[in-house]
């Protein structure tokens, strides 16, 4: 697609993206009722992401041969998590990082062997569908420090980013991190935060629903120290990569990432550093929600005298539900936010409190992710008997019939590919 086309889209596209996000329909959302359900015990299950309408969750799981293999999960019918195999060359190894909101599309990283060594494996993207699994490539082929990973897929599954080895503009002898937007076969770099001399990193980690928005960290100059860098959270759209600033600049240790994003890209998640609410000379981390050019931090689950930590790491698709992981005195607890309430609850608290469910026994301390409408909700916790356990609660959904807003995104952004 030529530029004058892509910016004359732009607005359309976000429109789009919009319209989609407030539509509703009494069909398509999927309408389980508030409970909680034990998944079982899968060995070395990782849980990465989950399918728009909350059917499919994707992933890892460690095979009879103690490999990790990069998996599809229906939690909504009986089948075992399917195995989406590894690309065919070098060691067994793959996981699986997102998928499309059908579920249909799964991207993430497999072991390949390096072009400058048979003998050494590293990590490419792939995308798989319809039971084959592709790889993308890399930004650049250098021999031994080759590696790409894909995070982040579109929701038609057409656009995916991650990001992947380039030569350090610095020092072309250097290899770095950059992150890339992979469609149509062409996987492109989008460049990096800071042209200063100190260091070159960017990696994306989240994409907008229609692919055109994508987000980040890469290294930007310190703001208390020029000859320094810290990760900063980044927002690229239109070819521009802007940073999202910090809760906090001037902490003892300055930094911020970007984890998550809406379905219309207008809304992002993340995490920065602030000063330790009890002793100012030191820095924690503090989860944020992004919109409108404002930051605004998230808190925390304890209260003095901590520990504090709050890390956002899903959010839903029109951005009013945040979910991740925070520290208390009994170690970290899945949490989950909301923009109506504007309070961070344990997600404990709110299974048992909301729903009635006794979870004696149970103990939730890994972030879940998190469907489209913010109903759905699968973790890894353990369970009574010490075993890790995935579970999935369905919380009273939060935004009717959200999820039929992403299906018709799906359909217009095909339309427009295929056109395109």
């Excluded at 989860?287 to 605004?296: K, L, Q, S």
Aim: charged share 20%.
């Amino acid at each position: 697609m030529d530029a004058a086309v892509g910016e004359s889209d732009m607005p359309r596209r976000r429109l789009l993206a919009t319209l989609a996000c407030l539509a509703v329909s009494t069909s398509l959302a999927p309408a389980a009722r508030a409970s909680f359900v034990p998944l079982g015990v899968v060995d070395g299950l990782a849980v990465n992401a989950i399918s728009a309408d909350g059917s499919y969750i994707v992933g890892s799981y460690t095979d009879t041969d103690g490999f990790s293999i990069a998996m599809r999960w229906n939690i909504t019918g009986t089948d075992p998590p399917e195995d989406l195999g590894e690309l065919p060359s070098g060691a067994i190894g793959s996981e699986a990082h997102a998928t499309s909101a059908d579920g249909s599309a799964v991207v993430g990283e497999s072991l390949v062997a390096s072009a400058g060594n048979p003998n050494l494996s590293v990590s490419e993207a792939f995308l798989w569908e319809d039971g084959t699994m592709t790889g993308l490539g890399f930004l650049q082929q250098l021999g031994n420090n080759d590696q790409s990973v894909a995070l982040a897929v579109s929701a038609d599954g057409a656009v995916i980013a991650g990001h992947s080895r380039a030569p350090d503009p610095g020092n072309p002898s250097k290899r770095v991190s950059e992150a890339f937007r992979w469609e149509g076969g062409v996987m492109t770099g989008l460049g990096f935060l800071a042209d200063d001399g100190n260091d070159y990193a960017s990696e994306a980690l989240a994409i907008s629903g229609d692919g055109e928005v994508v987000v980040g960290r890469a290294s930007n100059t310190d703001p208390n120290n020029p000859s320094k860098s810290v990760d900063e959270a980044f927002r690229w759209e239109g070819g521009v990569m802007a940073g999202l600033g910090f809760l906090q600049d001037d902490t003892a240790k300055v930094r911020s990432e970007a984890t998550g994003i809406s379905l219309d890209g207008s809304t992002v998640i993340g995490n920065s550093n602030v000063d330790h609410p009890d002793t100012p000379s030191a820095s924690v981390t503090q989860a944020f929600v992004w919109r409108d050019g404002a930051m605004t931090g998230l808190g925390f689950l304890a209260s003095s005298p901590g520990p504090y930590q709050s890390l956002a790491t899903g959010v839903s698709a029109d951005g009013s539900v945040v979910v991740g992981t925070s520290k208390t005195a009994v170690g970290p607890e899945a949490f989950i936010w909301s923009e109506e309430t504007g309070e961070m609850r344990s997600l404990r608290a709110a299974i048992e409190e909301d729903l009635g469910v006794d979870l004696t026994g149970w103990t939730l301390d890994q972030a879940p992710v998190i469907s489209a409408d913010g109903s759905t909700l699968v973790a890894l916790a353990t369970n009574p008997d010490g075993e890790i356990e995935a579970f999935v609660t369905y919380l009273p959904e939060p935004a009717s019939g959200l999820y039929a807003g992403v299906a018709l995104l799906i359909a217009l952004q095909r339309r427009r590919r295929a056109r395109d």
